[in-house]
Nanobody, 122 residues
């Protein structure tokens, strides 16, 4: 089982990026995005259940980021709009098979992608 994240890059403040995470193997019921900025702890960003009706967003990204998934492609997306310099971080996708459990706790996730760097310049 592998998670492959892509879509990171350099963008100016106010700009947008879309991250993608493709999963191989079985379909994961729960998929999420986390990020880690230099010198800071990893934090949860957003998560989504298989149905798409249950989602989680960190307060810092609410109204700016949107998580979605394409179950046929076993892929989760993170649309990031109105990016701010404080969004600069390595973004990781993560997943687990169960459809219950914490959406925001990293400890709930069994599988992790390699990370993609997002840099937002001021």
């Amino acid at each position: 089982v592998q998670l492959q994240a892509s879509g990171g890059g350099l963008v100016q403040a106010g700009g947008s990026l879309r991250l993608s995470c493709s999963a191989s193997g079985r379909t994961f019921s729960t998929m999420g995005w986390f990020r880690q900025a230099p010198g800071k702890e990893r934090e949860s960003v957003a998560a989504i259940r298989w149905s798409g009706t249950s989602t989680y967003y960190a307060d810092s990204v609410k109204g700016r980021f949107t998580i979605s998934r394409d179950n046929a492609k076993n892929t989760v997306y993170l649309q990031m709009n109105n990016l701010k310099p404080e969004d600069t971080a390595v973004y990781y996708c993560a997943a687990y098979y169960q459809s219950f459990g914490s959406l925001s706790s990293a400890n709930a996730y069994n599988y992790w992608g390699q990370g993609t760097l997002v840099t937002v310049s001021s």
